[in-house]
């Protein structure tokens, strides 16, 4: 692979894993600011024992399900991110 190919490529790798990282702090902050208002609202439920404070519950708890499942996808991310540039890392001292 030509050297400029290949530091373009490394550039490119580098600044999507950074703003990947970036995004799963950000979303790591939220998740637990919704996890805290999970419990809270679970914690309501059970004392309250009406319907709509259990609806309430299910509400933020499909919230937090659905950053958990966003979570899990910018993790996926992040690795294969870290993968492509430990490969292409890898190829810098072999280019011709």
Not at 55 to 74: I, K, N, P, T
Request: without cysteine; glycine residues 4%.
């Amino acid at each position: 692979m030509q050297r400029f190919l290949l530091e373009r490529r490394i550039r490119d790798v580098h600044a999507r894993l950074t703003r990947a990282r970036a995004e799963l702090a950000v979303l790591d902050e939220q998740l637990a600011v919704v996890s805290d208002e999970a419990e809270d609202a679970r914690l309501r439920s059970l004392v309250s024992e009406t319907p709509l404070a259990a609806h309430e519950y299910g509400e933020v708890r499909r919230h937090v399900d659905a950053m958990a499942r966003a979570r899990e996808s910018l993790v996926r991310q992040v690795d294969e991110l870290s993968r492509r540039r430990d490969e292409l890392l890898g190829h810098v001292g072999t280019e011709r």
